[in-house]
């Protein structure tokens, strides 16, 4: 009898970097994924569950299923923030297979023209540092006239579109003078040995409207005895882009990254923000298909540390004055579930005397936040903001630490929402800046946060 020849389908996905199978097939279905998963928790949905997406990418490879619109939306509705990888007993790094999925979708999957032009719009301003502080001048001036509380208590945010309204409510309080600057190179105060010289990194929306946060890294780095390196021709990291699917223009936002700290010539490149931690540190991934720039990707990656893993390796050395205070920690979920950092920054506020840290209930279900998934997706946003600040409110807290800027723009949001906007919200290196330099727990809670603070370490 002659063989049985067995008819492969074509891949529904095209040639320029599909998920990977052999990603795919460590994946047993074992279901560990399923309560870690935020649109799991929230809709029991098998499809809307890390398993059920990874079901799909592989009937979608094998030909067995095509790239439409149920497929687009399934993998729209995944937050990215990559619980699963914590829970999964058999290593499965969703995180490449989500990317190369999205991309996919991108190319291949047409979006309404309302939707597209939205993201559009987003894509053309979140990673451009210098059009956002263009754009913070109407933002301050209407936060300060008035406009934005008559706006808000008057109900006539209700009467825009749902994404346009979760864009004012995630609104930070914006300086009225956005244009600052941090300086080139900051010291080590005088008389402390030099530990080594580090670059940091700015960030997009961390440096336009979190820029006091920035100010507080650089500090802290130069008080423990580092040299910090702020290259002013630095932009994004490409981490907004590469988590939607823009795969392109994160590889050439990633391009310019590598490039810019290789002629800072500086041993780390720490970085304050978990999404653009998770990001860079993922760029032979990104870069992986393209022979000039690969080698220079992975030794780039292996430079990078966020701030608490970069400071708990290098050891404190400046003593710490007291902060009585009790705060709930959220991990961010590109810091705890993509890059694996969970007791650094615990220890490194464990060691703050008289700091009482909490944990909080569910702390690995995301808040919602998920780089811009809280624009396009607000109504899921939101019901995730509110669950993980119900979850913050009954530590009883004073205070709400996080290591990431849209983690801590959504917490804010849901603060206000629910009527609590008074508790106020810190990232984890402002409170190591101030036992540093001896603040108070009311100066901590009172004091302007405000980008043109001095930057001397012992200011």
Not at 310 to 336: E, I, K, M, N, Q
Not at 377 to 385: C, H, S, V
Not at 398 to 410: R, T
């Amino acid at each position: 009898m002659p063989d049985t020849v067995v008819q492969i389908a074509p891949s529904a996905f095209d040639p320029t970097r599909p998920p990977e199978l052999a990603v795919m097939d460590k994946c047993v279905h074992c279901g560990f994924c399923l309560p870690a998963c935020p649109t799991y928790a929230l809709w029991g949905e098998e499809m809307d569950s890390p398993r059920g997406r990874i079901w799909m990418m592989r009937k979608a490879t094998q030909g067995e299923a095509t790239l439409d619109a149920t497929f687009g939306l399934h993998m729209d509705n995944c937050l990215g923030c990559m619980a699963c990888m914590t829970a999964c007993p058999s290593g499965v790094e969703y995180n490449k297979l989500i990317e190369d999925t999205r991309a996919q979708v991108e190319r291949n999957i047409p979006r309404s023209t309302t939707d597209s032009l939205f993201r559009k719009l987003l894509f053309a301003t979140f990673p451009y540092p210098q059009r956002l502080r263009w754009l913070g001048i109407p933002m301050a001036l209407y936060q300060r006239s008035g406009l934005q509380t008559l706006t808000r208590a008057s109900g006539l945010l209700k009467l825009l579109p749902r994404r346009l309204q979760a864009m004012e409510t995630l609104l930070p309080p914006v300086p009225l003078n956005p244009f600052h600057s941090l300086p080139l190179t900051v010291h080590p105060p005088t008389g402390t040995a030099t530990r080594g010289r580090v670059g940091m990194l700015s960030g997009c929306v961390q440096d336009a409207f979190f820029a006091h946060v920035n100010a507080a890294t650089a500090r802290v780095l130069a008080a423990e005895g580092f040299e910090v390196i702020i290259p002013q021709q630095q932009g994004c990291c490409g981490a907004l882009m590469m988590h939607s699917g823009l795969d392109e223009q994160a590889a050439d936002f990633a391009r310019r990254t590598i490039a810019t700290f290789e002629a800072a010539n500086v041993s780390t490149i720490v970085i304050n923000a978990a999404g653009c931690g998770s990001t860079m540190k993922d760029y032979a991934h990104l870069l992986r298909d393209d022979p000039a720039w690969a080698p220079r990707a992975q030794a780039f990656a292996a430079r990078c540390k966020d701030i608490s893993e970069f400071l708990h390796d290098a050891g404190l050395l400046h003593p710490l004055s007291p902060l009585p205070l009790r705060v709930a920690y959220h991990d961010a979920c590109h810091l705890r579930h993509a890059q694996a950092i969970y007791d650094q920054p615990r220890a490194l506020l464990a060691s703050i005397p008289q700091l009482d840290v909490a944990e909080i209930p569910e702390a690995t279900l995301c808040c919602g936040s998920a780089g811009v998934y809280n624009l396009l997706n607000p109504e899921t946003a939101e019901e995730l903001g509110d669950r993980k600040v119900q979850n913050l409110l009954s530590t009883h807290a004073e205070a709400v630490i996080s290591a990431n800027p849209g983690c801590l723009l959504q917490i804010m949001s849901a603060l206000r929402r629910l009527g609590h906007a008074e508790l106020p919200t810190f990232h984890m290196v402002e409170l190591l800046d101030a036992a540093q330099r001896g603040l108070t727990r009311d100066q901590l809670l009172n004091s302007p946060r405000t980008p043109d603070v001095m930057l001397k370490p012992d200011a």
